[in-house]
């Protein structure tokens, strides 16, 4: 069993910052990727980024160039740097990991709302 607890949303401003951070406990060890998704109203979860045990990362096409995703394996914590925000990136974010076995382990979101 796998816990992940979502920080760092709010309410911003149209280019503003924030900086979500997901911190795993239980079996960690069986753990080969973490990552982010998000779910805006009246719309499917989706991909934002990802990063594997092996260091590669992947981006939606979406958050290129203005997300940053990246871990501290000591703290056993994930954390996704969001530069330049815009109102479509207004969404509930989830962290995530995938696990030997196919098996996936979420978080229970944080809001991160884009608005003047």
């Known amino acids: 069993q796998v816990q992940f607890v979502e920080s760092g949303g709010g309410l911003v401003q149209p280019g503003g910052s924030l900086r979500l951070s997901c911190a795993a406990s239980?079996?960690?060890?069986?753990?080969?990727?973490m990552g982010w998704y998000r779910q805006a109203p009246g719309k499917q979860r989706e991909l934002v980024a990802t990063?594997?045990?092996?260091?590669?990362?992947n981006y939606s096409d979406s958050v290129k160039g203005r997300f940053t995703i990246s871990r501290n394996n000591a703290k056993n914590t994930v954390y996704l740097q969001m530069n330049n925000l815009k109102p479509e990136d207004t969404a509930v974010y989830y962290c995530?990991?995938?696990?030997?076995?196919?098996?996936?382990?979420w978080g229970q979101g944080t809001q991160v709302t884009v608005s003047s």
């Open positions: 239980g079996s960690i060890s069986s753990i080969l990727a």
């Open positions: 990063i594997a045990i092996g260091g590669m990362i």
């Open positions: 995530n990991g995938a696990a030997w076995g196919n098996r996936h382990y």
